[in-house]
């Protein structure tokens, strides 16, 4: 039960992540377009500033993936002692 709440709490944080950065998309990509075609920015500083940008997601996206993965590994755990002591 627990494990499964973990699943979808992980699930949840991972999602909203992704849409709010889905929400922010167009000033990104203004802004990277824009880096792009300064005189003196390049690839790699468009890049970066675009990271930058996005940094902010970075702990909820991957905290939401270990979430999910925690809760993946308890409910794999869990499934394999129920098959070893079997169910009455």
Known sequence: M???LLYV???V?????AVMVGFSAPELFDSFN???GSPTGGLVSALLG???QLEWAV????GGLAA?????IVILLG???RALRGNP
């Not at 702990?59 to 991957?62: D, K, S, V, Y």
């Open 2 to 4: 627990v494990a499964g």
């Open 9 to 11: 709490v992980g699930l």
């Open 13 to 17: 944080a991972t999602i909203a992540t």
């Open 34 to 36: 824009a880096e792009l």
């Open 50 to 52: 675009t990271a930058r």
């Open 59 to 62: 702990l909820p996206f991957a």
């Open 68 to 72: 999910m993965a925690l809760g993946r």
């Open 79 to 81: 499934s394999i002692d």
